[in-house]
């Protein structure tokens, strides 16, 4: 019994060394950790990333608060020179200066002409050479107008003042922009101590001086689809009567074709301004329906888009023939170093808003901004006038559907197909938007500008393909990227040669056609993103 308890342990000494022996091992796998070469190398990493992670917050620190002292040592002490105000409550600035006496009676009696406190008298003396040109009856109907202008730069600006001045008594501004030093060079009414200011707010506190007894309402906002329905609503936020007309004056190409496409669907009178810049012929300025804009890159983009929305006719607009030309004025390109800041969409006040430099001679917007006032003008009052119509080139795109519907005939009855019954997926509207916009109304072969037809560029490379998948149906698989515009002689050698004869085009015709095609079929590809 003696000899098996010696030779036997207790359960409480097993307990015991059981902690003791997970010591010693968890103690020597650190040691074993602490010799490998991979240990050491993730701790130096470590404790380097920590470092150096030290040294740059710090080295920030440090310039930040030299940026800060730096800041606090050029502020010159408050002096008569040198003055501050305080913050409000809520953190910004406080009130700018108060208006001068002569503001503050400007400001009086237009709020009391507004209320019907004006003598009409006064009224009529001031407005008495426009009534008698308008003759009365008409004249009424201008001082009871109601006018909304989008966009108050050179153009808007100018125009907003020739209707005030002329006796419009409701108008609407909307601009989501301030007044800048550089555009003073064009605008009808700001000075230097408008720099800064919403523009809307300072073209109606320059009129008020003039025309005390117009009616105002300001919107500092960018022009959207979406918020059209109270942007142009009717006076007094729908209260009132709705506009007699809505000047477009937009620069921004989508901001303009989503306004002239809201118009249109919304049964608004609208008139819109193209490009004044660039331009310095004022004897070249026409009004027209937009259709028979030429010569103007504005119109010719915002024609374009209007298109592929279903729009090709309809909206008057101002625009100039002035062709550009050697030791003219250009878009000037961004330096290059701010391209390498970023994107160059980033630098506009907004995005999709331009950011390259437009030179603009000061006199032209004024002259388009007048252009676009006389005709709102003589539109309201119903004044006789001429105005520029569309094409009414209708006649002619039937014309060529039709001559593009025989070739797709003629080309499957060639290739051995069954032609009865076969229909193109183009219609008349499609039509119109490639002689106009993609081909600006040219052959592409001689340039001229008669007897235009629509063919093929190149033979189908699987013959006319013809869809007939189903039942009464069979229509050409032919698209609007394989069509050029040509003359019907033109046409008639083309398809013999080439649709029929199995020729390249390249080796038809010489480089400089072919890289015509090539460019107008780029730029399709391009604005047929909007379709």
């Not at 010696?6 to 796998?29: A, D, I, V």
């Not at 006032?373 to 559907?401: C, Q, S, W």
């Not at 229909?423 to 340039?447: A, Q």
Request: proline residues 5%; aromatic residues 6%.
């Amino acid at each position: 019994m003696e000899g098996r308890q010696r030779g036997s342990r207790s359960p409480r000494q097993t307990t015991q060394r059981r902690p003791q022996q997970e010591t010693e091992n968890m103690s020597s796998w650190f040691e074993r950790q602490l010799s490998s070469h991979q240990f050491q190398l993730a701790a130096t990493a470590l404790v380097s990333g920590v470092t150096v992670a030290g040294l740059i917050y710090g080295g920030q620190a440090i310039r930040r608060k030299v940026a800060v002292e730096e800041l606090k040592a050029s502020i010159p002490p408050l002096d008569e020179e040198h003055q501050a105000q305080r913050l409000t409550d809520f953190g910004a600035a406080s009130p700018l200066p108060s208006a001068t006496r002569e503001e503050e009676r400007i400001v009086a009696i237009a709020h009391r002409a507004q209320q019907g406190d004006y003598d009409e008298e006064l009224v009529n003396e001031q407005l008495t050479r426009t009534a008698s040109f308008l003759t009365p009856p008409r004249f009424k109907k201008l001082r009871s107008s109601f006018v909304i202008v989008v966009g108050l730069g050179g153009v808007g600006s100018h125009c907003t003042a020739a209707l005030a001045r002329s006796g419009v008594s409701h108008v609407r501004l909307i601009d989501f922009d301030q007044v800048t030093l550089s555009s003073l060079n064009r605008h009808a009414v700001a000075t230097l101590a408008d720099v800064g200011t919403p523009k809307v707010q300072c073209v109606r506190k320059r009129l008020e001086a003039v025309v005390p007894w117009v009616h105002w309402e300001c919107f500092n906002e960018v022009w959207r689809e979406d918020q059209g329905e109270s942007l142009l609503a009717s006076w007094n936020r729908g209260k009132g009567q709705k506009p007699d007309y809505v000047v477009d004056a937009i620069d921004n190409i989508d901001s303009k074709v989503e306004l002239l496409k809201y118009c249109h669907q919304h049964g608004l009178k609208v008139v819109s301004s193209m490009g004044a810049g660039c331009k310095s012929d004022p004897s070249r300025i026409f009004v027209g329906d937009i259709s028979a804009s030429i010569e103007d890159p504005l119109s010719r983009t915002t024609r374009r888009k209007l298109r592929l929305l279903g729009i090709s006719e309809g909206i008057p607009v101002v625009y100039s023939t002035e062709k550009p030309g050697l030791g003219k004025a250009q878009l000037l390109p961004l330096p290059g170093e701010e391209f390498l800041k970023g994107k160059v969409n980033e630098l506009s006040v907004l995005p999709d808003f331009r950011a390259r430099i437009l030179p603009v001679l000061g006199t032209m917007p004024a002259v388009f901004g007048y252009t676009v006032a006389n005709f709102v003008i003589l539109e309201i009052t119903g004044y006789p006038h001429e105005a520029g119509a569309g094409k009414g080139r209708d006649k002619m795109y039937d014309g060529i559907l039709s001559g593009l519907q025989g070739l797709a005939e003629r080309l499957a009855r060639s290739g051995g197909q069954d032609p009865m019954g076969l229909r193109i997926p183009v219609s008349k509207d499609d039509v119109g938007y490639l002689i106009e916009e993609v081909f600006r109304g040219k052959s592409v072969v001689s340039g001229l500008p008669t007897r235009l037809v629509l063919t093929r560029w190149r033979a189908p490379k699987d013959g006319t393909r013809i869809d007939e998948r189903w039942d009464g149906q069979k229509y050409s698989k032919l698209q609007l990227e394989d069509l050029v515009c040509m003359t019907k002689e033109e046409a008639a050698m083309h398809e013999k040669e080439v649709l029929k004869g199995g020729k390249p085009p390249e080796v038809m015709y010489d480089v400089d056609v072919i890289q015509l095609v090539e460019r107008r079929r780029q730029e399709e590809s391009h604005y047929g993103s909007y379709r």
